[in-house]
């Protein structure tokens, strides 16, 4: 069996009035994230992570913020095309791991619902698919809620 593991990473600064997407969900929320995309920085992690896996480089070189086509594209398309390319090399997803560092809103109770929107994209069960979310402690960007950042890893399989 071939196994091959990706990490990736991704930040996106806040502002009033956006809309906040997060692993696929919509999160209510006074502020979301400055993008091209929708700004969904744990796909974007995630899609990097899983670029990652095959050496493809990452999600800015395939969907470049200078290509009018991906304004405000639903990043749940880009990670749908991303896995795709997984599949075109002969892999599979195994698993995925999604850590989100934000001060506000409280990640909690939206967490489920994350898992439930990325695992048929991905192409796994829900228990594939872990995210996690934490603050910083009001320490850094994040922490004076600036910003949020996204770690996540893949594993894939053939």
Request: with cysteine.
């Amino acid at each position: 069996m071939d196994i091959r593991i990706g990490n990736g990473y991704d930040v996106h600064a806040l502002a009033p009035g956006l809309p906040m997407w997060l692993g696929g969900v919509q999160i209510p929320s006074e502020n979301g994230f400055v993008a091209h995309s929708d700004g969904d920085v744990a796909i974007h992690a995630l899609c990097d992570a899983l670029l990652g896996c095959l050496a493809l480089g990452d999600i800015g070189h395939l969907f470049p913020d200078s290509d009018p086509a991906w304004k405000g594209v639903d990043s749940k398309l880009l990670l749908a095309r991303v896995v795709d390319l997984v599949h075109a090399k002969g892999y599979k997803v195994g698993n995925v791991d999604i850590t989100i560092a934000l001060q506000r809103p409280k990640l909690a109770p939206h967490i489920a619902a994350m898992r439930a929107a990325l695992a048929p994209i991905l192409g796994v069960p829900e228990d594939c698919v872990s995210v996690k979310a934490t603050t910083t402690e009001h320490l850094g960007f994040v922490g004076r809620g600036e910003g949020c950042e996204v770690w996540a890893s893949a594993l894939i399989t053939k």
